[in-house]
């Protein structure tokens, strides 16, 4: 094909306008599935113009090759989604804090925690020292202290420590559990590598942080109000 205007509005020219064109939507897509859906058409595109138009052997191989790498990503993925498997308090994990990731995502990321029980007394957060873990409270109550002051609770359902625990910062305040619990721990520096390499997981994180602090702010007026009176 020559290097020339009306070459590079063409037929020809169209369907590797196309190629290319499909390969930049690719990049704005936020999820790995669409985005490698959206490869895979932008390679079989090119494949038609390096095999029909520019008689391309070696850009045809290669072209194949990023297909076929593709589909066995999204291959690997389903099957990962197939095969998730979630006890009664992970499934209450995903279905309350991470409804944004598909089974075998979530699996992932529960995989890198762990899930102990906590007796009332058990600091979770010292004020003005660095927050080691990431909790999710599935259930009990954990009592939250700024200068030795109880100003509010974080119940079942709640995050501890997610703020100071992703920007790697001092604890606000001290977060001590007031009642037995069961709780979900990661380690801060897994949630950091987690932050840094895997936008998907961090992304749904970030979601579940905001809904938890919408849901911690109502809470917490009552209590205000209260303290108030």
């Known amino acids: 094909m020559e290097l020339t205007l009306d070459s590079?509005?063409?037929?020809?020219?169209?369907?590797?306008?196309?190629?290319y064109i499909l390969l930049v939507i690719s990049m704005l897509m936020r999820r790995l599935g669409p985005l490698r859906v959206?490869?895979?058409?932008?390679?079989?595109?090119?494949?038609?113009?390096?095999?029909?138009?520019?008689?391309?052997?070696?850009?045809?191989?290669?072209?194949?090759?990023?297909?076929?790498?593709n589909i066995a990503q999204l291959t690997l993925a389903w099957r990962a989604n197939r095969r998730a498997r979630f006890t009664a308090e992970e499934a209450a994990f995903v279905s309350a804090r991470l409804t944004d990731l598909r089974p075998g995502e979530a699996r992932r990321l529960l995989n890198r925690g762990v899930w102990i029980d906590g007796a009332p007394g058990l600091r979770l957060t010292t004020e003005g020292e660095p927050v080691s873990h990431l909790?999710?409270?599935?259930?009990?109550?954990?009592?939250?202290?700024?200068?030795?002051?109880?100003?509010t609770r974080c119940r079942a359902g709640n995050f501890i420590g997610e703020?100071?625990?992703?920007?790697?910062?001092?604890?606000?305040?001290?977060?001590?559990?007031?009642?037995?619990?069961?709780?979900?721990?990661?380690?801060?520096?897994?949630?950091?590598?987690l932050w840094r390499d895997e936008p998907e997981l961090a992304a749904a994180l970030e979601k579940a942080f905001s809904r938890d602090w919408r849901e911690k702010l109502a809470a917490h007026r009552p209590e205000a109000a209260e303290a108030a009176a």
């Open 38 to 69: 959206l490869v895979i058409l932008s390679a079989f595109v090119a494949i038609l113009y390096d095999w029909v138009w520019l008689k391309d052997p070696v850009g045809v191989f290669w072209e194949s090759l990023l297909v076929l790498v």
């Open 135 to 151: 909790v999710w409270l599935a259930s009990g109550e954990a009592e939250i202290a700024y200068r030795g002051r109880v100003f």
């Open 8 to 19: 590079a509005f063409s037929t020809g020219g169209l369907v590797g306008h196309l190629s």
């Open 163 to 193: 703020m100071s625990v992703v920007e790697e910062g001092p604890a606000s305040a001290d977060a001590t559990l007031s009642a037995p619990a069961r709780l979900w721990l990661i380690s801060g520096a897994a949630v950091r590598r």
